[in-house]
């Protein structure tokens, strides 16, 4: 405080209030090293009030010509000093009355913000690592399953949810049966949809998408759980999450990431249709579908032949199968081959059958009763760990 030095043992009128009965009475204050002291009485100790706990109202500018001035030690007490030579001594004595400490205070979280976003950009160069790929693994779960509910009602919108009873059991069994082979910490869901394209997708927060048209291309259960299993490693490593922050940009994924839902998900949902997963992030499934349909004790064959069935059924699959799921999965890179004798090699283990003749009928027929979409606010509860 000695750099102030000139500013101390100024006395100045003030009106005071206690906070504890009604009105104020005229006193007198002083600047000292300590902080405001208030001469209550003359032959009395004056009541100190530190400048560090001091607030003000409204903050002391340069054109100040009062001050009313609160205390942190005293709740409900009151300063009010006129005339602008206390105003501009008290806000040189405490700095964080002045606007523009509330500027500052106002600008932090914001500079913070700017600063966390750097600091994960050069963490992200450093490591060698894909931002999208690196903010989708930040993003919170709550954030994560509001997308995959606004994906699943996107792509449900006039359609209709398949929801047999005894198709849905059906359904549990093998989603049970393939998630417990993925040794993943979330549950997954699968929802079927009425719906005459042959595709799948893996949207956010663990959840998967069937179609009507592809429980009924489908010659066996084998082949269903073949490309579940790949839906499932694309949520396994976050492809749809990914994609998506990398569609909707760094500045919407930063507010899901920060918490925020609302305007960062209002146009999404339709986003996950038009993406293309990468060769590499089909390699990464297929490795997925792979490991899963072993550790299930399923035949990888099934996934394979349905795999090669499709492709040959189309020409080009990825025109006939649109994007994301099966259009994606089937597209015809220059790899196709190497793939699928990669899965057909990856035979020779025990296998049994992924459902039964009787579950795999049911499962084919989920589709007799059906729901609308906006009926289900919440994913089904066909969670399988």
């Not at 893996?202 to 179609?211: H, K, M, Q, R, W």
């Not at 990914?242 to 507010?255: Q, S």
């Not at 992030?281 to 490795?287: F, I, L, N, V």
Request: hydrophobic content about 40%; glycine content about 10%; proline content about 5%.
């Amino acid at each position: 405080m000695s750099m102030h030095s000139d500013l101390f043992h100024q006395r100045f009128e003030a009106r005071f209030s206690d906070g504890r009965t009604a009105g104020s009475r005229e006193i007198k204050v002083e600047l000292t090293e300590r902080g405001i002291a208030i001469l209550q009485h003359e032959a009395g100790e004056p009541l100190i009030w530190p400048y560090g706990a001091l607030a003000t109202a409204e903050p002391l500018t340069d054109h100040a010509i009062d001050a009313l001035v609160t205390c942190s030690y005293q709740p409900g007490a009151t300063l009010f000093v006129q005339g602008p030579r206390f105003a501009r001594a008290l806000a040189k004595l405490a700095p964080q009355l002045t606007a523009s400490a509330e500027r500052w205070r106002s600008a932090s979280p914001w500079l913070w913000g700017a600063v966390a976003t750097v600091a994960l950009s050069v963490i992200v160069w450093l490591a060698d690592l894909s931002p999208a790929r690196t903010i989708a693994s930040m993003l919170p779960d709550k954030a994560r399953a509001a997308m995959g509910r606004q994906v699943i009602a996107s792509m449900s919108e006039g359609r209709s949810v398949c929801d047999d009873p005894s198709g849905k059991k059906a359904l549990g069994k093998l989603t049970e049966r393939l998630a417990s082979a993925t040794h993943a910490d979330r549950p997954f869901t699968v929802v079927v949809l009425d719906w005459g394209l042959v595709n799948a997708f893996a949207t956010p927060g663990e959840n998967v998408v069937l179609t009507r048209g592809l429980l009924e291309a489908a010659e066996g259960p084998d082949e269903i759980a073949g490309v579940l299993a790949h839906e499932m490693g694309h949520g396994i490593e976050l492809h749809p999450e990914t994609g998506l922050v990398r569609a909707m940009g760094l500045a919407a994924a930063t507010e899901l990431l920060m918490g925020g839902s609302g305007g960062a998900l209002g146009n999404i949902g339709i986003v996950l249709l038009q993406l293309s997963y990468s060769r590499d992030a089909e390699g990464q499934a297929d490795d997925h579908a792979i490991s899963i349909l072993r550790q299930a004790s399923v035949s990888s064959k099934g996934f394979a032949h349905f795999f090669e069935r499709m492709s040959k059924r189309d020409g080009k699959a990825s025109g006939g199968l649109g994007k994301g799921g099966l259009g994606g999965m089937l597209s015809s890179h220059p790899e196709t081959g190497e793939r699928l004798a990669k899965v057909l090699a990856a035979g020779g283990y025990d296998a049994t059958p992924a459902l039964t003749e009787a579950d795999w009928s049911e499962l084919k027929g989920i589709c007799a009763n059906t729901s609308p979409a906006s009926e289900q606010s919440e994913p089904p509860d066909d969670k399988a760990q």
